[in-house]
């Protein structure tokens, strides 16, 4: 038992003799906890050799970054823990970064490691373990998008690759692919999964050009399973991130590993988007998850709702705040979460009158709020056109006269300046949304039928 004992004592005298644990410390405390896991969590510790302390990084990039950004102060942090310390030497690991993403899956509810599941990355990216298929309201708006991302998460077959969820904002596209992300892994542990914005690809890929590392970028990206990456309009007229991207897509699709894309509209109405990604895009299966309907919405309520046992809902507000926000789920979560956060703090029980007080804004807000992309969509349709196809700079009379109405149309039902109404137009200037709404005015006086059709389309608008 002694020499046991002793033989302990010497060990944990040696580690806890080891500066790596203090400097680790130090790092964390000036730089943040958000700088230590991208970049010093990284490192290996090796030890400290002819007043040496040695690392090693798992990729050029990363030892690149970390010498030209945070090396002097390691070595001071090395020297104030062990004066002998003179130099500081960062190597490349023989690990690999696939080697790496073998990590098993932090449960839900821990602070997960993020963007790649099982390896380290940007903690700013991570998963929200509230985001599960079973806490997902299903309804006839998004029922097949809900299908096909729980038949990609329970199979390791691809049967549609790419899957392409599209939408509007706080539909529940990225509450789909973090659930995809969490059930992937519960069924197959070893399974590679990378979930990523669009516009972080994007970053990573212009860092891994400037450092001179993009065989690691390539090797984080096509050494997958599973890609999944959100809101992919960002890379719009990024036309040299757009070849990394259809490159990366070719590579994972040819090695039959699934690919996840979701963006705000279709693959055919993505503007600044090469064609051949286009194409792609809608290989597999496109899913639009449209606007929720009052049934859904109440269904997204109650289920909220019992989640908060404390305060009890009435039926009636549920009810109310499904007729009266309409705008997207998000804000629909939103406004109940103000109902109940008030009647917490406040103490007083959750009635109509006390909704009402509490959500003036937001319930004057819906009252009127419409948006352009909501009457892009409803003119493009009305006139049986694609939406690319009125956004683009084509001039033909069938085209050029329902991008009027629309410009016309954004000014009349929205608030929005004419400068912002001219970008969402394809970034026209102020002075043509000026000149089509004058036309169109001029043309209701002299026209019955164009009159007839923006009347109609008023109040499809507006109902």
């Not at 290996?44 to 090693?56: F, P, R, S, V």
């Not at 399973?225 to 699709?253: C, G, P, R, W, Y």
Request: with cysteine; proline share 4%; net charge neutral.
């Amino acid at each position: 038992m002694g020499a046991t004992g002793g033989v302990a004592s010497t060990l944990n005298e040696k580690f806890d003799a080891s500066p790596w644990p203090r400097v680790c410390e130090k790092f964390r405390q000036e730089f943040g906890q958000h700088a230590f896991s991208r970049w010093l969590g990284q490192l290996g510790y090796n030890g400290i050799d002819g007043g040496t302390a040695e690392l090693t990084a798992p990729t050029k990039f990363v030892r690149d970054w970390i010498q030209s950004h945070y090396a002097p102060r390691l070595k001071d942090f090395f020297t104030a823990e062990d004066p002998q310390v003179k130099a500081l030497s960062i190597r490349l690991s023989a690990t690999t970064t696939a080697t790496k993403s073998e990590a098993p899956l932090p449960a839900q509810g821990e602070k997960t490691s993020p963007a790649t599941i099982g390896s380290r990355a940007d903690e700013s990216s991570a998963l929200d373990p509230k985001y599960t298929f079973d806490s997902f309201v299903v309804g006839k708006s998004n029922e097949l998008a809900y299908a096909a991302a729980k038949r990609i998460s329970e199979s390791d077959d691809v049967t549609f690759n790419p899957l392409f969820l599209h939408g509007g904002v706080g539909l529940g596209k990225t509450h789909l692919m973090h659930a995809i992300a969490w059930e992937s892994k519960r069924n197959n542990p070893n399974k590679r999964i990378v979930y990523i914005s669009a516009e972080k690809f994007m970053f990573e890929f212009i860092a891994a050009l400037r450092y001179k590392d993009t065989h690691a970028f390539k090797q984080k990206f096509r050494a997958v399973d599973l890609l999944m990456v959100d809101d992919v309009q960002f890379i719009a007229n990024k036309e040299s991130t757009q070849e990394e991207f259809f490159h990366t897509f070719n590579a994972l699709v040819d090695n039959r590993c699934q690919v996840v894309i979701t963006a705000d509209r279709s693959p055919t109405d993505l503007e600044g988007i090469q064609e051949r990604i286009v194409s792609r895009l809608g290989w597999g299966l496109v899913a639009d998850i449209h606007p929720t309907d009052y049934e859904l919405r109440l269904g997204i309520l109650q289920s909220k709702a019992e989640q908060s046992k404390n305060v009890d809902v009435p039926a009636e507000v549920l009810e109310f705040l499904a007729r009266r926000i309409t705008s997207n789920v998000r804000e629909l979560e939103g406004a109940l979460n103000r109902v109940l956060a008030y009647a917490t703090l406040v103490g007083r029980p959750i009635t109509m009158d006390m909704t009402r007080d509490v959500l003036q804004d937001l319930i004057r807000a819906n009252d009127r709020k419409l948006t352009i992309d909501e009457i892009q969509r409803a003119v493009a349709d009305y006139f049986n056109l694609r939406l690319a196809e009125m956004l683009s700079e084509r001039r033909a009379r069938t085209i050029a006269r329902p991008r009027q109405i629309a410009m016309y149309l954004s000014k009349q039902l929205t608030s929005r300046s004419l400068p912002e109404i001219g970008r969402r137009f394809g970034g026209r200037d102020h002075t043509t949304v000026m000149h089509a709404v004058r036309k169109i005015e001029d043309l209701r006086r002299d026209d019955s039928q164009l009159d007839e059709d923006i009347t109609r389309l008023g109040r499809l608008l507006e109902g």
